[in-house]
Nanobody, 114 residues
Framework: QVQLVESGGGLVQPGGSLRLSCVAS???????MDWHRQAPGEQRDLVAR???????TYAAFVKGRFTISRDNAANTVYLQMNSLQPEDTAVYYC?????????WGQGTQVTVSS
């Protein structure tokens, strides 16, 4: 069983930045990790994905503003979020993709408001 713990969320003004972290209790090397978000009443959407080799893909709605990265030695994945807008308000979840099971964190709230 792997536990994921997100942190770094909070309240930020439009145009501001936040950096989310997700620490895994087990090794992440060799596995895909990604960030998702879910706003109230909405479905959970994929935000960004980082592959084992470090390459990344992004949802169109965050491309150019968010950057996903990983530190395998620290069992941690990051999401740097810049130019935040009110529509980015959501609970952000990280996920570890393993062949037989996916693991999710408990989420961290991001609120963008003036």
């Amino acid at each position: 069983q792997v536990q994921l713990v997100e942190s770094g969320g909070g309240l930020v003004q439009p145009g501001g930045s936040l950096r989310l972290s997700c620490v895994a209790s087990g090794g992440i090397s060799g596995y895909i990790m990604d960030w998702h978000r879910q706003a109230p009443g909405e479905q959970r959407d994929l935000v960004a994905r980082v592959y084992s080799g470090g390459s990344a893909t992004y949802a169109a709605f965050v491309k150019g503003r968010f950057t996903i990265s990983r530190d395998n030695a620290a069992n941690t994945v990051y999401l740097q979020m810049n130019s935040l807008q009110p529509e980015d308000t959501a609970v952000y979840y990280c996920r570890l993709v393993r062949p037989r099971k996916d693991y999710w964190g408990q989420g961290t709230q991001v609120t963008v408001s003036s």
